[in-house]
């Protein structure tokens, strides 16, 4: 488990290509100092298995549903990458709980600077947005970041300077996707509301959401 608050910015050293997989190998420091082969480490937002390292850089496998769901397949020789090292049981909670499971990515589609802070726009499918409240929480390539404002396709979030500073969204504009984890709460909610009869379930979500058929239909 992570909690979205970013240790560093390392940056991809080398990517190794298969037909539908990758090895990447990505320049660290301070996410090194205790790091074991088989420790978790999120690499913007994803949770990776660390398989190999160095004194300055440390490698892992990216299989193919992780190039599918993540933007990790995007990522070239010298991209930023945000870094976190899993959270250990006597550490300090300071962002939300973050699974380092994406559930899809979205699109910046404005930038803009409010005095000290800056304001990120990001489109997103309805899969991700049903799950998303304002003033909730929702992790941008790890970064845990609270929600400022919901629309039907977007929502947004107010950046302070030292995130912006000590992540890679300083780097990020118009048009760059992203990964995107939904708070899991309300993931796990609606998966204990749903039936377990199966047109039921597709009544929910075609819907999406909660009806007095659906209710009646899974026992209510």
């Known amino acids: 488990m992570f909690t979205g608050i970013i240790e560093e910015i390392g940056q991809v050293r080398a990517i190794r290509r298969a037909a539908q997989s990758a090895i ?3 320049s660290a420091q301070k996410i090194l100092e205790d790091a074991k082969l088989g420790d978790s480490i999120a690499v913007n937002g994803v949770c990776l298995t ?21 933007t ?9 990458v945000n870094l976190e090292r899993a959270m ?41 947005l049903r799950y998303i409240i304002e003033k909730g929480s929702i992790a941008i390539d790890g970064i ?15 950046v302070i300077p030292h995130t912006a500073a000590n992540t890679n969204l300083n780097q990020r504009k118009v048009g760059d996707a992203v990964n995107l984890e939904n708070d899991c709460i309300g993931k796990y909610v609606e998966r204990l509301l749903h039936p377990y009869d199966a047109a039921a379930q597709q009544d929910f979500n075609n819907k999406n959401g909660l009806t007095m058929e659906f209710l009646t239909r899974a026992g209510f």
């Open 24 to 26: 990447l190998q990505i």
């Open 72 to 80: 990790l397949g995007k990522l070239h020789i010298g991209s930023a």
């Open 144 to 158: 845990s970041l609270t929600v400022a404002r919901l629309d039907a396709e977007d929502f947004s979030v107010s």
């Open 50 to 70: 660390l398989t190999a390292k160095t004194a300055n850089s440390f490698t892992a496998d990216v299989m193919h549903e992780t190039m599918n769901r993540s």
């Open 88 to 128: 250990p049981a006597n550490g300090r909670f300071g962002g939300h709980i973050v699974a380092g499971h994406i559930d899809g990515t979205g699109v910046i589609r404005s930038i803009q600077q409010d005095d000290n802070a800056i304001w990120y726009r990001i489109g997103a499918p309805p899969a991700i």
